[in-house]
Each structure stands twice: as structure tokens, then as C-alpha cells.
T-cell receptor, first 110, second 113 residues
């Protein structure tokens, strides 16, 4: 298995632009999680899905953030408009019994 | 009640020594306790996990000790190596509900050669 796949691995964008992060979970996993990691705040859970349905989005910082999971093999996290404080590493993880993380997307908003 | 407290924040150990990282939780419903290892520029990787039906689990040089009554669990790295230098996260969750994991704040381990 290729593991959790995220794209892009690095994203540099200007403030105000829309950013879309993509995730392909491990096949057969029924839970998908989006995390954000920064030095100041550590690892934060933003939102998670079960069987493609959002279960808890209480960690989404603002309305500028949205996440979708149109099918079992794909999810997106969108930031519109992006701000410099959104700069972080964003991880996707999927879970059946054990939870596995993707390699992350390093987002820099200038 | 969802918090997981991890200590120390950073740890320096000499090669061949024992590294010990501790975690404490409050939610007695937690029944699954994994540890993750993260190298710079990489995602957290599942290292070892324990469920409360046992008090200890060992995989190679890595051992989890679990104390249900004290609501504490710890990671021991025997014969620590420079390649073990990484950030370690403990986590806790309710496996039966299949829901979210609650992560500790992380411990940055440095093993000096």
C-alpha cells in the first residue's frame, strides 16, 4: 500500500489567494482526519470524517477553512482567502484500526 | 477531560542510555494508547500502541508501560541511538467509538553520539 498520499507537498501562495490541499487515504480506511502543525500550537485536529461524512469540525479555525470528502478515496481542505497566519504543515491521516499520517503539505502564505 | 499531558518537553540522552517519556490522561473511557515518532519534514509515524488489557508491550527497543489506576503510560527506548533523535507524541482515544485521538504536546528527543 502506498500509504496516505497528500498533494502538493509544498505550497507557496500570496495572501488572499485560494489554497486547496488534497488527500488520498489508505484504501479501506473509514476515518479521515485533517491536522495542522505549528511550532506554537503543536498538532491540532481541524476536522474528521467517517464514511465520507464530517463528524467534528470544531477545530476548523474560521469560515475561511472548508473540507470535503466527495468519496472514500479523496478529500480536500480549502482555505479561501489565505492569510499569513495559515502558514503551517497540514497533515491528512486515515484510520481503520490504526491511524496513519500522510507526509504533509507545507503551506507558506506570504 | 480530553487532555493528554506529556513530559518532558525535551530530552537529551547519551547513546546507549534509556529514554523515558511520560503521559497522563484524564478520560477513563480512553482504551487505546499509541505513540508516534516524527522526524523533521516527515509526518508522524505510528511506533507502538497499547490497549489497557495489558500493562506492558515491547517491540524491539521500544516498550510501553501502562498504569490504568494512575491513568499514566510511558515510552521507554532502550539502548538509545542517534537515529532515534526525533519528536515523540503520545495519544489516547476510544477505540470502540473509532473517534479522534487526543495527542500530547510532544517530546523532542536528542540522542548524543
Amino acid at each position: 500500500d502506498a500509504g496516505v498520499i497528500q498533494s502538493p507537498r509544498h505550497e507557496v501562495t500570496e495572501m488572499g489567494q485560494e489554497v486547496t490541499l488534497r488527500c488520498k487515504p489508505i484504501s479501506g480506511h473509514d476515518y479521515l482526519f485533517w491536522y495542522r502543525q505549528t511550532m506554537m500550537r503543536g498538532l491540532e485536529l481541524l476536522i474528521y470524517f467517517n464514511n465520507n461524512v464530517p463528524i467534528d469540525d470544531s477545530g476548523m479555525p474560521e469560515d475561511r477553512f472548508s473540507a470535503k470528502m466527495p468519496n472514500a478515496s479523496f478529500s480536500t481542505l480549502k482555505i479561501q482567502p489565505s492569510e499569513p497566519r495559515d502558514s503551517a504543515v497540514y497533515f491528512c491521516a486515515s484510520r481503520c484500526y490504526e491511524q496513519y499520517f500522510g507526509p504533509g503539505t507545507r503551506l507558506t502564505v506570504t | 477531560q480530553q487532555q493528554v499531558k506529556q513530559s518532558p518537553q525535551s530530552l537529551i540522552v547519551q547513546k546507549g542510555g534509556i529514554s523515558i517519556i511520560n503521559c497522563a490522561y484524564e478520560n477513563t473511557a480512553f482504551d487505546y494508547f499509541p505513540w508516534y515518532q516524527q522526524f523533521p519534514g516527515k509526518g508522524p509515524a505510528l511506533l507502538i500502541a497499547i490497549r489497557p488489557d495489558v500493562s506492558e508491550k515491547k517491540e524491539g527497543r521500544f516498550t510501553i508501560s501502562f498504569n490504568k489506576s494512575a491513568k499514566q503510560f510511558s515510552l521507554h527506548i532502550m539502548d538509545s541511538q542517534p537515529g532515534d533523535s526525533a519528536t515523540y507524541f503520545c495519544a489516547a482515544g476510544q477505540e470502540t467509538s473509532g473517534s479522534r485521538l487526543t495527542f500530547g504536546e510532544g517530546t523532542q528527543l536528542t540522542v548524543n553520539p
